[in-house]
DNA sequence: TAAAGTGTCCGAAACGTTTCGGAACAGGAT
DNA sequence: ATCCTGTTCCGAAACGTTTCGGACACTTTA
């Protein structure tokens, strides 16, 4: 009878789809139920009965019903907004890397898997990195974030863990906290060094990333500890700091190697771009990649299988990264005072950039 | 004396600091006047006095207080998110492609510049392209749309031309309606055939973007427009779909080309990383770029200018277009039945990997 | 003096949801 | 009859904001 009464007012064809969104209590009349009992059903609370239930959600279906996120958020703030966020530290570095586009792709794929959407956000020209994390969290805007490019001593890091906010790094900062983290494995290096070894080099010099963020000092701790543990000397002047992310950094980084008195026979680029970098500059110098020099890079972008000699590079999984990145911040929204490090081995691929030492060793 | 009432009802010291976020209420008690007053100060209407907008603004700074979002949204659903959806087609199309990467950060820090945030999101596997978007607009979670990587006839542009939600185009697809887009020049690929017949090519090939998207038609299109122009004869044979918009697809693609009776004697690449792909067929074949053949791309990726042969390459303005997407977008934002088309024009980069046409044409 | 206008203010209602507290009812045990 | 238990339901309040309509005190105009 209440459905009669329904169905007369509202018309004969169509369930009021004239202007806005169907509500609840819309819901609720074409059901016979109250608001209430609506919303439990549809929430699936237990006080309420099979056959009520089903009217509910049938109604919820037949009217195309979505709840309205504001609503419940306003009656809830607790509910969550169902969205992560991810924060680029400035706005100079960005997915032109394309390891960092990739790690993008993979987290939106692992997003969307668990029904959450994603909020991506970078600071404005004038802005510290943290400032944009601050409005980010004081609208509430998302349930957890996801930090890259970490500084050395990172302000997100130490404003998240005050705040008591859930988020999950890639790499390891030296803030102290309790957090989840994704990392590579510590050995990581030991692999391509060990490489160079069997080839015959002695002098292994490296293309480090710029100072002031987490991975540029552990990538250079573990090249030492490799070269230490393959009884080479780690000599200081043959690392150079790049000053890019890219592939300019890894150019002017080579050359100054070059102008070593005694350069290296191989150099290991702390990114793929930094190695292409690297080898866009022997190759300008007429020099020959591995005949003269042998080069490795890190990350196994696409593109590495595709340049003239083909990349030798340690893989990152990025996809796995990604999936884990996600799969750790979600798991941190529910038990927001975890602490948890995941370990991620990446993998040496061998291709045609490094050959044996040269037996003339001294090129230019 | 509601001002005294208020205080020994909460206290002495501290304007209930208490527990969560400050309210509006909180400031209005504070600033001595009424909620409605302190909303109306707050955002500027013009019945209030310049007194009392003092006092309210004092004392919503001093209790830092932070509209809720929620509340406002539930009350006035007019009142929009202050975000803006980007969404990728497929989770196979994503930013591997370093323009893509750098298209979105060129857009989020535009987004920025607005005040506005981004929220990015794709479908899963087993979904529609459409549905994801579907999802978001019925969720209410952006005020309008940015579409990347559009289809030839995109369900998402007739979606949100019924739903009349605002929305931006890289591109312009075949479906009609009336709204916003960035394109490239028409004449773009002009100046590289042009280039090429300059140098003495006459057989000019190219490896097209796959098919079903709005750019691929476009490109090729475009590309047959310029041979004619320049009374080439536009061999159909000569030009090849690559299956993908990686390297591999131009690798495969260049191929093809070369198992051609008569193969061309420069190839097209209809985005850098096909042309990228396609030098390392030729590299691995023995045959020499320029020398042999000469190879254009489009796009000019940061690592055009690093890889052995540098890239002759038609540039696009990849920051300017993500600005001028960002920026059309609001525009129809504000404005949502506009229609509005923004050209921009490729410039063609001249650089090592085009040259002379051989003079022994019959290369392998 | 009355009417009309101006500048400033406020109470109350509304947005759509969830939840608290209790009500109504059935059945079984006392 | 009375009490208890369990199931199913609902009214009303609450979340924080904006806005509608009206109110008050003054000043200007007729």
Redesign the pocket.
Known sequence: MVAEARNTANGDERPTLSS?RP???DVAELAG?????T??A??GHS??????RLRAEQAAQELGYV??LA??R???PGSGTQTIGVTLTSTTQRFSDPFLGDLLSAMVDEVSCHGFEMHLFSPTADEEPVAALERSVRHKRADGYVLLRLESDDQRVSFLSDAHVPFVTLGRPQTKGSYRRVVGAEDSLDSAVSHLVDLGHQRVGAIALPPGYAISDRRLIHFTKALERHDLTADESLITMADSFQEDGGRTAMEKLLGHRQPPTAVIGFNDQLAIGALAALSSRGLDVPGDISVIGFDDVSLARFITPTLTTLRQPVDRLGQLLIQQLLAAIDDPESDHEVVVKPELMIRESTGPRPTAATAN
């Open positions: 806005s509500t609840l209590r139920l109250s608001v209430t009992q919303s439990r549809l929430n006080d309420v009965a099979n056959d009520s709840p309205n609503a419940r306003l009656k809830d």
